[in-house]
């Protein structure tokens, strides 16, 4: 009885929708940082720019991208940074924030604008 | 009378999956690659598998369920799976996606697992039992899949927890132990803590585990091996269980050590107590609570207002959380007054236990107010079950087990 009350949990937890207000952000990030796991390796230390973004942002960030070292709020960021701010951030804006850096992956959903750059 | 069969077999079950995140995390230390790792405790399952079917070919029960507390037993399972559906979050809680699952995603990693304890402010000094089960299948099956791992142990602790009350209890009166265990099962705050995929209903279900043992210890020497082993699970889930199994055994010394059984003790907790020493000395940074303890201390022991605020706060969330403890409190302390029966120790140790972390909020480096409010509720979580097993079991003793427990 306990082995099927289990699976039979398991089976709708794996189909359970994220519709919590956390956890659906979260599910988004989660799609949206998958080439950037793919492209960092996993020994990697990666920097996490937040602007104008929420500071639960990095947690998951963080979350996403682990083993990956996310440093909190270094004071001097590594090479590898990504960087996110929200979607409705203009364009001047966006290249100002991403002068002088090399753009390595970008890409957007409906809530964030992400930027992979380095030095 | 000996330990209701389904009973050794969810604590069983419960501790083995327990050693299996032990394990894990200990020869993760030695810095062995993952097939090495899963190769040595594949073995180590089979050995155990073996031992258990070649040394242990005794009934456990004298008193089978019947098939109508099996049914009772059925509809209890299936109004949990129900229920708790809407409890379990994608990414669980909070804490799971800021601390337990955050871990278990580097434990997956056997190569970068150490990386955890450079991130100070997602306490990397807590013990790792929840986040190794979830890592080690996780690396073993699909890293993609670490949440479901995660639910998956924290859904079978906490449907673990009122089955085992249930098995313990209802052999002696189906009344009693229907009533506590559908009271559990409905019980939304046990739910939301349950599938929360935090650590504390693990503990919660090891400490039961071990007040259950320990009630058999006198019997037979496999049972203070199953207590022990429970005890090396509460040391390596939560620091709260070092506080636990410190209570434990103190309460419990003459079971735990008397006729030799010091060697089971020693044997259940060794694995787990080694994991943790060398985790703890290691590799872990020093716990927050004992590190900034200062001078402040003794003024924070001698201010009355801490007191008043926490006592104040445990009603609260005995009111907003865990109602039907008062239901069984009130019967207990009416039988009490009664004379029938009295509370047996492991009735005092859970009080204890409640005691003690009353004071580690009055010693808190942090600001009261928000202690409180963000983990009062999941302290008294761990507790409660234990609570609900030792009352219902108070009320039904029976003259045999007077001179084993008799306080």
């Known amino acids: ?119 | 009378m000996s330990m209701q069969k389904g009973s050794a077999h969810i604590i069983f079950a419960g501790v083995s999956a327990g050693f299996v995140s032990t394990i894990y995390f200990l020869l993760l230390m030695t810095g062995l690659p993952f097939i090495a790792i899963a190769a040595i405790i594949g073995v180590a399952a089979l050995f155990a598998g073996w031992a258990i079917i070649k040394y242990n070919k005794e009934e456990e029960s004298t008193e089978p369920l019947s098939r109508f507390k099996h049914l009772i037993l059925g509809i209890g399972i299936v109004y949990f799976v129900m229920k708790v559906y809407p409890f379990g979050e994608r990414y669980g809680g909070w804490d799971a996606w800021s601390i337990w699952n955050y871990h278990a995603r580097f434990l997956a990693h056997p190569e970068n697992w150490q990386k955890l304890t450079w991130y100070r402010i997602c306490h990397p000094d807590y013990p790792m039992l929840v986040p190794g089960f979830a890592g080690f299948f996780a690396r073993l099956i699909s890293v993609d899949a670490l949440e479901l791992f995660s639910f998956v142990f924290s859904f079978n602790v906490s449907l673990f927890i009122p089955v085992l009350i249930f098995f313990e209890i209802a052999p002696r009166s189906v009344i009693l132990g229907s009533a506590a265990y559908f009271l559990l099962l409905g019980n939304n705050s046990f739910l939301t803590e349950g599938v929360s995929q935090y650590a504390d209903t693990a503990l919660a279900f090891f400490f039961l585990c071990g007040l259950v043992a320990i009630k058999y210890a006198t019997m037979h020497a496999k049972y203070v091996l199953l207590a022990a082993c429970s005890l090396g699970c509460c040391l390596w889930t939560k620091n709260e269980g070092m506080v636990l199994v410190f209570l434990f055994v103190l309460f419990n010394f003459r079971e735990l050590m008397f006729d030799g059984r010091w060697r089971y003790l020693l044997l259940g907790v060794s694995i787990p107590l080694l994991t943790l020493v060398l985790y703890k000395m290691a590799y872990a940074p020093p716990n927050g609570m004992i590190a900034e303890q200062s001078a402040n201390t003794l003024a924070q022991l001698t201010d009355g207002n801490r007191y008043t605020m926490i006592w104040y706060s445990f009603v609260k969330n005995i009111n907003d959380h865990f109602g039907f403890i008062k239901l069984f409190g009130v019967v207990f302390l009416t039988a009490l007054l009664l004379g029938r029966g009295r509370a047996d120790k492991r009735f005092l140790l859970v009080l204890v236990c409640f005691a003690a972390y009353f004071m580690i909020y009055v010693i808190t480096v942090e600001d009261l107010k928000w202690h409180l409010f963000t983990s009062q509720n999941r302290l008294m979580h761990q507790l409660m079950p234990a609570l609900l097993y030792v009352i219902c079991d108070n009320l039904l003793r029976t003259p045999e087990r007077e001179t084993v427990y008799a306080s």
């Open chain 1, 1 to 119: 009885m306990i082995v099927a009350a289990v699976m039979t949990a398991a089976l709708r937890y794996a189909d359970k929708p994220a519709n919590e207000p956390n956890n659906v952000e979260m599910h988004k990030l989660s799609r949206s940082l998958a080439p950037v796991a793919k492209l960092i390796p996993e020994s990697a230390t990666i920097g996490c720019d937040l602007r104008g973004v929420k500071t639960e942002v990095f947690l998951w960030t963080r979350y996403f991208l682990a083993p990956r070292y996310v440093p909190y709020k270094p004071v001097v960021l590594p090479d590898t940074s990504l960087m996110i701010c929200p979607v409705a951030t203009n364009d001047s804006l966006l290249q100002e924030y991403t002068a002088g850096r090399v753009i390595l992956w970008s890409g957007k959903d409906s809530l964030y604008h992400y930027f992979l750059t380095r030095k």
